[in-house]
């Protein structure tokens, strides 16, 4: 434990602290890469500790567990990039349902290629059978089908039948967006976010045909 560590582990808890606040945040940026990068099982608190080359004790004085640090990873990243996200429905107050789409999935894309160890860490952090940390991760489907069923419905009460077809679309982004960043760019982030578009439109008609109550958005007339 080198003195700063010491010093600032033997203070009192004062979280509330600018200095307590910015050295959680650094711990957070750190945790995001090294879970990306490392299953949760494979890491120590050790491991963690020597790669954040800090004490062991500092990690434990902010989260207590590792569990803690991971799940208070987790919640940051799923903070984020809901924001990220429904960022893109702010730009403009009176565009179409379908631009509130592409601007949705456009910010979400942008989130993951400039963030890929955050993105990875709140899609596919390796914590096994948690339930605790998959409802966590769970939530940020769950808003990012709330986001896009405002644009697209006025509404986010929306029937089981609509919510699974945009669940089920939302998981199918997930997948495709973590091909897209590991992998060699094969795809622009415009051609990617319009092939997901349209993705998206398919499987609102699909809804749509199963109940007219939801009808899929249309792109607006222009004048003349």
């Known amino acids: 434990m080198n003195i700063s560590d010491q010093r600032e582990a033997a203070r009192p808890r004062a979280r509330g602290t ?3 606040v910015a050295r959680r945040a650094e711990l957070i940026a750190i945790g995001r890469k090294l879970f990306a990068d490392t299953s949760y099982d494979a890491l120590s608190m050790d491991d963690i500790a020597k790669q954040a080359h800090v004490a062991k ?5 902010y989260f207590q567990s590792k569990r803690g640090y991971y799940l208070a990873i987790i919640q940051d990243s799923v903070a984020d990039l809901v924001t990220y996200a429904a960022s893109g429905l ?3 107050q009176e565009v179409g349902q379908v631009e509130h789409v592409h601007r949705t999935l456009d910010s979400y894309l942008r ?3 400039h963030n890929q160890a955050a993105y990875r860490t709140v899609v596919s952090g390796g914590v096994g059978f948690d339930a605790e940390v998959h409802a966590v991760r769970d939530g940020v489907r769950e808003a990012i089908v709330a986001t896009i069923a405002q644009g697209a419905y006025g509404r986010t009460d929306i029937a089981p039948l609509a919510r699974m077809g945009l669940l089920a679309w939302v998981c199918s982004v997930e997948g495709a967006t973590l091909d897209w960043i590991d992998g060699p760019p094969q795809l622009s982030r415009d051609t990617l976010r319009d092939l997901l578009v349209k993705a998206l439109g398919g499987s609102m008609r699909a ?3 199963m109940d007219p109550n939801y009808p899929a958005p249309r792109p607006a007339r222009r004048d003349g």
């Open 90 to 92: 702010r730009l403009e």
């Open 18 to 20: 600018e200095r307590s």
């Open 111 to 113: 989130y993951a290629e």
């Open 57 to 61: 004790g500092l990690i434990y004085y």
């Open 207 to 209: 809804i749509e045909e």
